[in-house]
């Protein structure tokens, strides 16, 4: 029963990005920014376009996978980042063939698992943040605004080729290229996960979707 409960849990949230993704991810002229290739020292974004509303971003950055640090444990998560960051949230466990966690704080829902047989490390498997009360890496919250946002693919480890001039000097500089895109989504280039970051019309960040191709 305990398993029926989270496999159900896994499929609204999954059914929840989807819905709220349809009108942005309807036909529309790619075009490209960037590309380029894998720096192992820095972060790469290895491609960028845009489709219709969506600017979508490919990304080597480890970051995706996890958005509150690295950890071996969820003990060692609970210790060092959830008992200095959340408070008033409500976690549950289950343990079986690997391990799986989630933390409720309300509305905020994020599920992570632990999974010997491949990393061993606290990975997050799907999440849906409609506050800032959980901010991912780099200050990245909801309430930040969509400029504020863009800068972080500007900063110093971010590598690029030079075909991503672009990108890094005119798109994010130019707010007349942005300002009319709704949805950002931003892709591992590695394996299957994807966060979309949802904009309101005067660009305010006001909901974030992370979800993965894990299967449970």
Not at 33 to 46: A, E, F, K, P
Not at 144 to 169: C, H, P, Q, W
């Amino acid at each position: 029963m305990k398993t029926l409960f989270f496999l159900l849990l896994c499929f609204l949230i999954t059914d929840t990005c989807y819905s709220s993704l349809k009108n942005s991810r309807d036909s529309g002229l790619e075009i490209s920014l960037l590309s380029g290739n894998h720096l192992s020292d820095s972060v790469t974004i290895c491609e960028a376009y845009v489709k219709s509303d969506t600017l979508i971003i490919v990304s080597d950055d480890d970051h995706l996978y996890h958005p509150f640090g690295q950890y071996d444990t969820w003990n060692d998560f609970e210790k060092n980042y959830i008992k200095k960051h959340w408070t008033n949230l409500q976690t549950d466990s289950l343990f079986d063939e690997l391990s799986i966690y989630i933390v409720r704080m309300n509305p905020n829902y994020i599920e992570f698992v632990q999974d010997i047989s491949i990393t061993g490390k606290i990975e997050i498997v799907r999440g849906l943040i409609y506050n800032d009360r959980i901010q991912l890496y780099d200050g990245i919250r909801v309430g930040m605004t969509k400029r504020e946002f863009l800068l972080n693919f500007i900063k110093d480890n971010v590598g690029y080729d030079k075909s991503a001039a672009k990108f890094r000097t005119d798109f994010i500089k130019d707010e007349s290229q942005y300002k009319n895109i709704s949805v950002i989504e931003v892709i591992s280039v590695l394996t299957g996960i994807w966060y979309y970051y949802f904009f309101s019309p005067d660009q305010i960040l006001t909901f974030i979707c992370i979800k993965t191709d894990y299967t449970l």
